[in-house]
């Protein structure tokens, strides 16, 4: 079965601090993605990428960046996490055939 | 650009009712539609996705949605909900200028009573 993976469902994570997220496909898919996911607000596109080191700016990038140094592994880095920073983050690959594959998310809470 | 507006934030409805979800895009060029469901702290699952062709698209768990361009909208319907299609629900769009990227509405919050 295919699937997007990523690596924590929680993390509690302090002010200040810089943080990994990662997320790993295994479809062989050009594009990958990052959203953050917050009540009343839907997804929001952070980042993506459609091919190895590429990358481009979503809708919210400030305050995160990213890294995809292999096809199937796609980074968001918070470089100083701050409270406003708390959500669910959503990763997603998409081949040619549109409609996304998501992972089952990751829930961040910086105090 | 694209958009997706959710017209409705929370639906409640009873078990073995009929329900309707509402979305409405905007793009000046030709779209694709999707509609993508999440269970609780779980990943977005797609539903169905409006390609081209029939302009009436049926998807897993008992779901279809209707393409309407004329009225530019995509609205996802059940006959009979059950107690498991509580979740939230989200429309997509994308278009062959945006590539393989989505720009989903805020989503809606069903909830099927007993």
């Known amino acids: 079965d295919v699937k997007v993976t990523q690596s924590s469902r929680y993390l509690v994570k302090r002010t200040g601090e810089k943080v990994f997220l990662e997320c790993v496909q295994d479809m062989d898919h050009e594009n990958m993605f990052w959203y953050r996911q917050d009540p009343g607000l839907g997804l929001r596109l952070i980042y993506f990428?459609?091919?190895?080191?590429?990358?481009e700016k979503g809708d919210i990038p400030e305050g995160y960046s990213v890294s995809r140094e292999k096809k199937e592994r796609f980074s968001l880095i918070l470089e100083s996490a701050s409270t406003n920073q708390t959500s669910m983050y959503l990763c997603?690959?998409?081949?040619?055939?549109?409609?996304?594959?998501f992972g089952s998310g990751t829930r961040l809470t910086v105090v | 650009a694209q958009s997706v507006t959710q017209l409705d934030s929370q639906v409640p409805v009873f078990e073995e009712a009929p329900v309707e979800l509402r979305c409405n895009y905007s793009s000046s060029v030709s779209v694709y539609l999707f509609w993508y469901v999440q269970y609780p702290n779980q990943g977005l699952q797609l539903l169905l996705k409006y390609l081209s062709g029939s302009t009436l698209v049926k998807g897993i768990n008992g779901f279809e949605a209707e393409f309407n361009k004329s009225q530019t909208s995509f609205h996802l319907r059940k006959p009979s909900v059950h107690i498991s299609d509580t979740a939230e629900y989200f429309c997509?769009?994308?278009?062959?200028?945006?590539?393989?990227?989505?720009?989903f509405g805020e989503g809606t919050q069903l909830t099927v009573n007993p």
């Open positions: 997603a690959s998409a081949g040619t055939n549109y409609g996304y594959t």
């Open positions: 997509a769009v994308s278009t062959q200028t945006s590539g393989s990227r989505l720009t």
């Open positions: 990428s459609y091919d190895v080191k590429m990358k």
